[in-house]
């Protein structure tokens, strides 16, 4: 059993940085892949990054590489999601999940752990 809570959400403006965290609890942390996703009012969930279980392999969406950074701290039970360049279409509820099929890692689906998700609100 894992529980995820995340945070570090808030309102900023575009260009500004945000970085989320998802605090783990449970012995398997380590041995699962981590992704972040998030759902916009209206849409579905949708992919934004994963960590394979060692932090060594990650993997993101093409709308956010280059600006956004998934890590993971195995000893702390905790991965990040760095955010560089928001913008106002990054605006959604994010969050992180627990999957143990690393090929599996962009299908929501998959996922068998979820936190509550943590509100980014990106301004113009």
């Known amino acids: 059993q894992v529980q995820l809570v995340e945070s570090g959400g808030g309102l900023v403006q575009a260009g500004d940085s945000l970085r989320l965290s998802c605090a783990a609890s449970?012995?398997?942390?380590?041995?699962?892949?981590m992704g972040w996703f998030r759902q916009a009012p209206g849409k579905e969930r949708e992919f934004v990054a994963a960590?394979?279980?060692?932090?060594?392999?990650?993997y993101y969406a093409d709308s956010v590489k280059g600006r956004f950074t998934i890590s993971r701290d195995n000893a702390k039970k905790t991965v990040y999601l760095q955010m560089n360049s928001l913008k106002p279409e990054d605006t959604a509820v994010y969050y992180c999940?627990?999957?143990?099929?690393?090929?599996?890692?962009?299908?929501?689906?998959?996922?068998?752990?979820w936190g509550q998700g943590t509100q980014v609100t990106v301004s113009s």
């Open positions: 960590i394979n279980w060692s932090g060594v392999i990650t």
């Open positions: 449970g012995r398997t942390f380590a041995s699962y892949t």
């Open positions: 999940g627990a999957n143990s099929d690393w090929n599996a890692k962009v299908a929501a689906e998959k996922y068998t752990y």
